[in-house]
């Protein structure tokens, strides 16, 4: 079992970029595949990026390929989201997730959540 707690979500222009972080505790956070998701009002819950516990393999949305970076630092306990070249698009709520075992891209395959950080872009 872990806890995550994002932070770092805020409101930007179209083209900037913020830097999302999720903390980890409870659990033992390295040995768990991380993802991001974000969620729009009225839509559902999307696959962002995920990383492997190891690093080693890193998934990105194709939405989102070329412009948001995954990675960890597992002994931080955190995992980060790099989001840059914003779209007013990506605004979102941008949400931290755990699991065992590989990335996946549903959110239902995760058990463990954050409560969100959100994501503004404006035009």
């Known amino acids: 079992q872990v806890q995550l707690q994002e932070s770092g979500g805020g409101l930007v222009q179209t083209g900037g970029s913020l830097r999302l972080a999720c903390a980890g505790s409870g659990g033992t956070f390295r040995d768990y595949t991380m993802g991001w998701f974000r969620q729009a009002p009225g839509k559902e819950r999307e696959f962002v990026a995920g990383i492997t516990w190891e690093g080693g393999r890193i998934s990105y949305a194709a939405s989102v390929k070329g412009r948001f970076t995954i990675s960890r630092d597992n002994a931080e306990n955190a995992v980060y989201l790099q989001v840059d070249s914003l779209k007013p698009e990506d605004t979102a709520v941008y949400y931290c997730?755990?699991?065992?075992?590989?990335?996946?891209?549903?959110?239902?395959?995760?058990?463990?959540w954050g409560q969100g950080t959100q994501v503004t872009v404006s035009s």
């Open positions: 997730a755990a699991r065992s075992g590989p990335i996946q891209t549903v959110s239902i395959a995760y058990n463990f």
